[in-house]
């Protein structure tokens, strides 16, 4: 298994303001992942975070508006820039080993104003 | 595209009831896991299925992997108010790629 600590917890913030997320695992794993859960939404995959390399978006996402960072193998940051009200959602970290189950960060609940 | 196709989206039933939420795709996947997660936390892991045909419990909650290994299903015997939550089932494939989820299932069991 794997322990994630996730912060913040929750924010409520600005338009047009930034808000760096932070997850910590407590031990090292190749690859991190970001997802977006929408109110009573599933995950939506933003991007892999990759130690050593830029982070592996998906369609839809762009590193200009959720730039990411990876600076070792049991840390990454996950920042929503240049925030609007449609940008409220619930951000979760996760990580996986190869061929195992995710685990995830108890998430991040942003509310925009 | 959904890979995985969850159904039903909504339940709700009386405490006592049986329900069973099933999970397809025309994919095949290496496992399949099933999460249950509660307001303010992050998705709990229940059960991975590996292999074909397989079945397994965990107290009322009976998981199953197709022969295929296409599709899933979790039968939950005599709901109780707290398996209230959102079930989700998810997709995995070999090497460390991220899981395909389905939209989940949001189950409300009702005293």
């Known amino acids: 298994s794997a322990v994630i600590s996730q912060k913040p917890s929750r924010d409520i913030c600005q338009r047009g303001t930034s808000l760096t997320i932070q997850c910590q695992v407590d031990?090292?794993?190749?690859?991190m992942f970001w997802y977006r859960q929408q109110p009573g939404q599933s995950l939506t995959l933003i991007a892999t975070?990759?130690?050593?390399?830029?982070?592996?978006?998906e369609s839809g996402f762009v590193i200009d508006k959720f730039p990411i960072s990876r600076p070792n193998l049991t840390f990454s940051t996950l920042t929503v820039s240049n925030m609007s009200p449609e940008d409220s959602s619930i951000y979760l970290c996760?990580?996986?080993?190869?061929?195992?189950?995710?685990?995830f960060g108890q998430g991040t609940r942003l509310t925009v104003v | 595209t959904q890979l995985l196709e969850q159904s039903p989206q909504f339940l709700s039933i009386q405490e006592g009831e049986n329900l069973t939420v099933y999970c397809n795709s025309s994919?095949?996947?290496?496992?399949l896991q099933w999460y249950r997660q509660e307001p303010g936390e992050g998705p709990v892991l229940l059960v991975t299925?590996?292999?074909?045909?397989e079945v397994k419990k965990l107290k009322r909650l009976t998981f199953q992997f197709g022969d295929a290994r296409k599709d899933s299903s979790l039968h939950i015997t005599a709901a109780q108010p707290g398996d209230t939550g959102l079930y989700l089932c998810?997709?995995?494939?070999?090497?460390?790629?991220?899981?395909?989820f389905g939209k989940g299932t949001r189950l409300s069991v009702i005293a």
């Open positions: 996760s990580v996986r080993r190869a061929n195992t189950e995710a685990f």
């Open positions: 031990s090292q794993v190749t690859m």
């Open positions: 975070a990759n130690q050593g390399s830029e982070a592996t978006y």
């Open positions: 994919s095949v996947f290496s496992s």
């Open positions: 299925v590996v292999t074909g045909g």
């Open positions: 998810a997709g995995s494939r070999a090497g460390n790629t991220p899981l395909v």
